[in-house]
């Protein structure tokens, strides 16, 4: 491909939207528009890299620091917009909304009477914990909502000092909205004074950690009252007993006990498709420089960029073109930059595009029939016979 075919347009400076250094790298050496939109050579390498994911180990060849969960394989990133749970330890990874984590049970001890107390203004757990002088984790949490197909009343039950996470709820229920006041009257509960003791029509869902949790305050169905030591399995059943609160930093491993770190993350792959504009993103982010990207041989849209440098006595271009035959002839991907253009601009462009190898032909080294070559992420240049160009670069990719 001839660097005008493709017509690639590098800039200087950054974009002062860039959320990241590899967004930025992509924008400047040409990839993405600045509203993350791929241009021509963006485009080229995505399609390159969707060729190369029929392969189902390409990532791997990639040298990404990825991890994954049974269904996904996610990368972290600052701006990334997906919550990921992961262990350091045994590599448990979960996206957030779904993670699981070892639930700490109350010390055991014996189920108390049910006693009504008056709770005025007891609105919320901390209201109420702090009135009635008890732990929160020692108070019942409701949440109640509608079963999106059939309307059906669902009564949730948490600990006080845990939050429901919808997603889990989803999982064993199916998709519900939030109840209505005439819903919650319907099924015999008082919204602020809620529990599952005596409902009707109601499928209860506990969060696993309740039937373990003895005596624990929970409403009274009666506005402004509650009721001390709640207790499942005596005083309410429920349909579904499952795992419902939402994991957080720090909570420990569900495999390991580890604490859990919450990263921010994109998805690169589902056990159906890749994403390859976020694996793009992640390689710009994992693999660049100070002066651009440093792409790794197969994921580069090019194998070598091939340059010219204008001559006194030689005519470096006609050279060039020839080499840029014979590359491509070998099988080896390469991007010609033919411009005439002074030799400071085409080596930065070469920087930030991050072709894994620059060939420069210049006057000097041609009189003796060399050309420079340099691995992007080597210092130094290397001579090199024309004759024994291609070896040399079979070796190198
Ligand atoms: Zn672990």
Known sequence: MRY??????????APN????????????????TRENLPTQLGTYTLDRLRRLSNDPSFLSHLSLPTFSSDHETFYTIPSGSIEVAHCENCKYTERLELARFTKAALPPEAELPLAKVLTPDCHTIEALAAFLDVPKEKTAK??????????????????????LREAKLKQHVGEVRAATAAEIERSGAAAGYASPIGLKDALIAVDDLIPQSKNLVAGANEEGYHLRNTNYGRD???????????????????????????????????????????????????????????????????????????????????RADEIYTSL?????????????????????????????VRITVGEKGLKEGMVELKPRKDKENQLVSLDRLVEKLKVLL
Not at 4 to 13: K, N, V
Not at 142 to 163: C, I, N, W
Not at 240 to 256: H, N, R, Y
């Open 4 to 13: 005008r075919d493709i017509s690639i347009q590098t800039q200087r400076e």
């Open 17 to 32: 939207n860039a959320r990241s250094e590899g967004f930025a790298f992509l924008v400047r050496a040409g990839y993405l």
């Open 142 to 163: 409701a949440l109640m909502y509608t079963r999106l197909a059939d309307s059906q009343f669902v009564f949730v039950v948490v600990r006080g000092d845990m939050q």
């Open 236 to 318: 309410y059943t429920a349909g579904i007993v499952e795992d419902l609160v939402q994991a957080k930093a720090g909570d420990p491993c569900p495999v390991c006990t580890n604490p859990l770190a919450v990263l921010s993350t994109i998805s690169l792959a589902t056990r159906k498709a890749y994403d390859v504009q976020n694996i793009l993103l992640a390689l710009a982010e994992t693999h660049h420089d100070a002066k651009g990207l440093t792409l790794p041989h197969p994921a580069a849209p090019f194998d070598v960029y091939l340059m010219h440098v204008p001559g006194k006595e030689l005519e470096t271009r006609a």
């Open 328 to 356: 491509q002839n070998a099988g080896i991907s390469v991007l010609f930059d033919d411009r005439e253009e002074r030799a400071g601009v085409k080596f930065n462009d070469a920087d930030l595009i991050g072709c894994p």
